[in-house]
């Protein structure tokens, strides 16, 4: 019906989102001392105003506030005016007004809360688990760790976000809840409102951290067994996406990656020996996790590239390429990546 549509209430979200924007707006929302400076002094003015030209009021409080906070920055001008005309529409009546000011107050505080509160990199949740696994399990146990980390951060952050949205959720219902104002209808359009936009921003943080985990173990791994990293080559075939190098005895450098999966794109990513020559690269030693896409043509085309694949130590594919004349030098188990490094550094 289009009057649950026009419920006031739904502009929660779309406030929310408002306050938020940096490319429209000026992401007032990402400020969590000036959005309680204007929620309070809004209610004030409602309160000390007794009616009379509350709303006005409020208004012109609201412009004053923002516009001093942003007076001196020139170039954001044109967006702090893009947003005060925009809320001057949205906010027709004093009961719009007073879903602005839950808003700030119930909403996008408790929000850049929980978002502050929820990781930005796995390792926290990796770091102290893996290195456990290698006092106890020594380089046994490399195989192990490097196919949990991506896991054991991926669960960790996951569950810190569970964490501060079950608290967060739980704080505005009971609030919600206490104001008799508020119906349930209207109180379900702001819950929903609030997991939408927590979503929203908590996948973008998770897209921060996706990408860096797997990179992530090759440091890890060096640093436990001091191995010392070297520079990477310049100008080096940067498709390559080598993650650490590390120079041995002779000289010349070892490059290693660590991935879930050599993808389609391999082909392109391919150097030939006289490229490595050129910049003294003796090898580049893959880690994969998942590898069941490495095809005879992959392994055979990129081992004769001086490209070593270390894969897990119980991989089925690891026991049938050890096992064939012509794939058993291109590839080696995890458990043997720290020994090959040393043996290359004596």
Same mark, same amino acid.
């Given at each position: 019906?289009?009057?649950?549509?026009?419920?006031?209430?739904?502009?929660?979200?779309?406030?929310?989102?408002?306050?938020?924007?940096?490319?429209?707006?000026?992401?007032?929302?990402?400020?969590p001392k000036l959005l309680s400076i204007?929620?309070?002094?809004?209610?004030?003015?409602?309160?000390?105003? !007794?009616?009379?030209? =509350? &709303?006005? +009021?409020?208004?012109?409080?609201?412009?004053? %506030?923002? #516009? *001093?906070?942003?007076?001196?920055?020139?170039?954001?001008?044109?967006?702090?005016?893009?947003?005060?005309?925009?809320?001057?529409?949205?906010?027709?009546?004093?009961?719009?007004?007073?879903?602005?000011?839950?808003?700030?107050?119930?909403?996008?505080?408790?929000?850049?809360?929980?978002?502050?509160?929820?990781?930005?990199?796995?390792?926290?949740?990796?770091?102290?688990?893996?290195?456990?696994?290698?006092?106890?399990?020594?380089?046994?146990?490399?195989s192990t760790i490097i196919s949990l980390?991506?896991?054991?951060?991926?669960?960790?952050?996951?569950?810190?976000?569970?964490?501060?949205?079950? !608290?967060?959720?739980? =704080? &505005?219902? +009971?609030?919600?809840?206490?104001?008799?104002? %508020?119906? #349930? *209808?209207?109180?379900?359009?702001?819950?929903?409102?609030?997991?939408?936009?927590?979503?929203?921003?908590?996948?973008?943080?998770?897209?921060?951290?996706?990408?860096?985990?797997?990179?992530?173990?090759?440091?890890?791994?060096?640093?436990?067994?001091?191995?010392?990293?070297?520079?990477?080559?310049?100008?080096?075939?940067?498709?390559?996406?080598?993650?650490?190098?590390?120079?041995?005895?002779?000289?010349?450098?070892?490059?290693?990656?660590?991935?879930?999966?050599?993808?389609?794109?391999?082909?392109?990513?391919?150097?030939?020996?006289?490229?490595?020559?050129?910049?003294?690269?003796?090898?580049?030693?893959?880690?994969?996790?998942?590898?069941?896409?490495?095809?005879?043509?992959?392994?055979?085309?990129?081992?004769?590239?001086?490209?070593?694949?270390?894969?897990?130590?119980?991989?089925?594919?690891?026991?049938?390429?050890?096992?064939?004349?012509?794939?058993?030098?291109?590839?080696?188990?995890?458990?043997?990546?720290?020994?090959?490094?040393?043996?290359?550094?004596?």
């Amino acid at each position: 019906m289009l009057i649950d549509i026009q419920n006031r209430w739904h502009n929660a979200y779309w406030f929310s989102r408002m306050l938020i924007n940096n490319d429209k707006y000026v992401a007032i929302g990402k400020e969590p001392k000036l959005l309680s400076i204007i929620a309070s002094s809004l209610r004030l003015v409602a309160k000390e105003s !007794k009616g009379a030209n =509350t &709303l006005k +009021l409020q208004k012109q409080t609201l412009r004053n %506030i923002i #516009e *001093e906070r942003f007076r001196k920055s020139s170039t954001k001008s044109n967006r702090v005016q893009r947003m005060l005309g925009e809320l001057d529409e949205e906010i027709r009546t004093t009961g719009d007004m007073e879903v602005f000011i839950l808003t700030c107050e119930n909403i996008m505080l408790p929000l850049h809360q929980a978002i502050t509160t929820i990781p930005s990199d796995d390792k926290e949740f990796t770091l102290n688990i893996a290195k456990s696994y290698l006092d106890i399990q020594g380089e046994q146990g490399l195989s192990t760790i490097i196919s949990l980390w991506d896991d054991l951060g991926v669960k960790g952050c996951l569950t810190a976000e569970r964490t501060e949205i079950v !608290k967060a959720f739980t =704080t &505005l219902r +009971l609030l919600l809840i206490k104001d008799h104002s %508020i119906n #349930e *209808e209207e109180r379900d359009i702001v819950l929903t409102g609030f997991i939408q936009e927590f979503e929203r921003r908590a996948a973008q943080k998770r897209k921060q951290r996706a990408g860096g985990s797997l990179e992530d173990v090759t440091d890890f791994i060096l640093g436990y067994y001091n191995i010392k990293r070297a520079e990477a080559p310049s100008h080096f075939q940067a498709d390559l996406e080598v993650d650490n190098w590390v120079k041995g005895k002779d000289g010349w450098l070892i490059g290693i990656s660590c991935k879930r999966t050599i993808r389609e794109r391999w082909k392109n990513v391919s150097s030939s020996t006289e490229v490595y020559n050129r910049f003294k690269v003796k090898y580049i030693f893959h880690v994969v996790t998942f590898d069941e896409d490495l095809s005879d043509d992959k392994l055979t085309v990129l081992g004769e590239q001086r490209q070593v694949f270390y894969l897990p130590d119980n991989s089925r594919r690891l026991s049938y390429a050890s096992e064939h004349v012509g794939l058993k030098n291109y590839v080696r188990p995890i458990s043997q990546l720290v020994n090959d490094l040393r043996s290359h550094m004596k």
